[in-house]
């Protein structure tokens, strides 16, 4: 079964920085783009950043400028580096996969969207 494993978060001051790093194992897939979302208390999940799997990456305008994702295809890990930050950018941070996996070698390709189980991002003021 794929997972995805989020890792990095924390609790840093405005103006820091702070790298989230999400890596996908288990089982045969294939990614066909990966995004990053975040959930602040009481407001709705947003998406963050994406990453196709040609490196296209599109960020929210809340972040342009400050965020970047990159992935790791060795590693099938992708990282959020985020600069400068702000607390409006606390939140919990979620990956989020799309694209195919097959339960064997012989398999049909299958839908598959997998999400990470979040961290915290806390930024004090």
């Known amino acids: 079964q794929v997972q995805l494993v989020e890792s990095g978060g924390g609790l840093v001051q405005a103006g820091e920085s702070l790298k989230l790093s999400c890596a996908a194992s288990?089982?045969?897939?294939?990614?066909?783009?990966m995004d990053w979302y975040r959930q602040a208390p009481g407001k709705q999940r947003e998406l963050v950043a994406t990453l196709t799997a040609g490196g296209t990456a599109n960020y929210a305008d809340s972040v342009k400028g400050r965020f970047t994702i990159a992935g790791d295809n060795a590693k099938r890990t992708v990282y959020l580096q985020m600069n400068n930050l702000k607390a409006e950018d606390t939140a919990v941070y979620y990956c989020?996969?799309?694209?195919?996996?097959?339960?064997?070698?012989?398999?049909?390709?299958?839908?598959?969207?997998?999400w990470g189980q979040g961290t915290l991002v806390t930024v004090s003021s």
């Open positions: 989020n996969g799309t694209g195919r996996y097959f339960r064997s070698a012989y398999d049909r390709p299958r839908f598959l969207e997998v």
């Open positions: 288990g089982g045969i897939f294939s990614i066909n783009a």
